[in-house]
């Protein structure tokens, strides 16, 4: 089924009539301050399956619930001690929390594909913020770009993956972050599930140590499949000396004769949130059948979460299904 993809601006009308399309169980593109997320009400199976068909994403892949706050959060988790202390330290912000589900949550299933646990992030957008409100509840919220895609950042991103599949996009411009929410399991030891705007080291100065979880074979966030953020050109990292068929995307000082950089001065911040959009620019300069090639970006604080996108950018593709 397609239909038209309305446009509305983040006034005070436009949030009115994202609320009415998210209550009467449609889908709303919102900004965040990490990516996009494709909304719908948490509580509606009908309205979660539409975002598992939006997206084409495999319905075993749960969702985030996103809320205003703690207290509509702990509607939905079990929250010990530990898990306030760290959610009044990062929140609102680009930390994903996932806590033990309570029995009376009242989410639809679709949104935890059955598990156990619920991811729950309160954004730091004041449009999701605001959008939030508006709707009462929780929204469930994946990056809003088609399964397996690279995540959008921009408003036209999502009208260029999703336009014809949802019923609205709310623009906002870009997201300042740019790159998804770390996500920490705090349902045993804490765990590092995805890295991602928090940086690691932000955590371990409050938590300690912090084992990292999940891997491509056994994902512990069942989103962490090893191909991801897929260009239709092949991406080759690390690269100091490109091949004169490749698009070299540059990262520091360093990269004279890049045809594009992450972060010309070397920024780690500046990185992330151009890291999408470079990524979709590089595809366009490479064209069908083209190759790009990253520059290394260090291994440290946001590093770790542009490296864990580009590995899986660069990873094999899985066979493209019928
Ligand atoms: O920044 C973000 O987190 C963005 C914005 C829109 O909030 N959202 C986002 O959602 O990145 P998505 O669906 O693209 O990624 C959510 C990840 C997936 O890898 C999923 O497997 C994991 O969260 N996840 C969800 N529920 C989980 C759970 N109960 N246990 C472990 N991982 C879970
Ligand atoms: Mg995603």
Same mark, same amino acid.
């Given at each position: 089924m397609t239909f038209e993809t309305q446009d509305l601006m983040p006034s005070d009308e436009g949030l009115a009539q994202a609320a009415t399309l998210l209550r009467a169980g449609g889908l709303v593109a919102m900004p965040t301050e990490t990516v996009y997320g494709l909304a719908g009400d948490a509580s509606n199976s009908v309205a979660v399956a539409r975002i598992f068909a939006a997206k084409a994403r495999p319905t075993f892949n749960p969702l985030i619930a996103h809320v205003t706050g703690l207290k509509m959060a702990e509607t939905l988790a079990v929250f010990d001690d530990r898990a306030r202390a760290v959610a009044a330290a990062f929140?609102?912000?680009?930390?994903?929390?996932?806590?033990?589900?309570?029995?009376?949550?009242?989410?639809?299933?679709?949104?935890?594909?059955?598990?156990?646990?619920?991811?729950?992030?309160?954004?730091a957008h004041p449009v999701a913020q605001a959008l939030l409100l508006a709707f009462g509840g929780p929204l469930a919220a994946p990056s809003a770009n088609p399964s397996g895609r690279v995540s959008p950042t921009r408003a036209d991103h999502v009208r260029q993956g999703l336009a014809g599949?949802?019923?609205?996009?709310?623009?906002?411009?870009?997201?300042?972050?740019?790159?998804?929410?770390?996500?920490?399991?705090?349902?045993?030891?804490?765990?590092?599930?995805?890295?991602?705007? #928090?940086?690691?080291?932000?955590?371990?100065?409050?938590?300690?140590?912090?084992? #990292?979880?999940?891997?491509?074979?056994?994902?512990?966030?069942?989103?962490?499949?090893?191909?991801?953020?897929?260009? +239709?050109?092949?991406?080759?990292?690390?690269?100091?000396?490109?091949?004169?068929? +490749?698009?070299?995307?540059?990262?520091?000082?360093?990269?004279?004769?890049?045809?594009?950089?992450?972060?010309?001065?070397?920024?780690?911040?500046?990185?992330?949130?151009?890291?999408?959009?470079?990524?979709?620019?590089?595809?366009?300069?490479?064209?069908?059948?083209?190759? #790009?090639?990253?520059?290394?970006?260090?291994?440290?604080?946001?590093? @770790?979460?542009?490296?864990?996108?580009? @590995?899986?950018?660069?990873?094999?593709?899985?066979?493209?299904?019928?």
């Open positions: 929140w609102p912000g680009a930390l994903t929390l996932v806590l033990p589900l309570r029995p009376d949550a009242g989410l639809s299933p679709l949104v935890t594909a059955g598990l156990p646990t619920v991811a729950i992030r309160c954004p599949r949802i019923d609205a996009v709310l623009d906002s411009g870009a997201c300042a972050v740019g790159i998804e929410s770390t996500i920490l399991g705090l349902d045993g030891a804490p765990t590092l599930l995805r890295p991602g705007g #928090i940086p690691v080291e932000a955590l371990e100065a409050m938590l300690g140590p912090i084992a #990292i979880g999940g891997d491509a074979h056994k994902p512990n966030a069942p989103g962490q499949l090893a191909s991801h953020y897929a260009p +239709e050109a092949g991406v080759r990292l690390g690269v100091t000396v490109p091949m004169p068929d +490749e698009v070299w995307v540059g990262f520091g000082p360093g990269c004279a004769g890049a045809a594009l950089s992450l972060s010309p001065v070397g920024d780690l911040v500046e990185a992330a949130a151009a890291l999408f959009q470079t990524l979709r620019e590089a595809d366009m300069l490479a064209g069908p059948g083209g190759r #790009i090639a990253f520059a290394p970006v260090p291994e440290t604080g946001l590093g @770790r979460a542009i490296n864990d996108r580009l @590995r899986r950018a660069a990873a094999p593709r899985p066979p493209v299904q019928p």
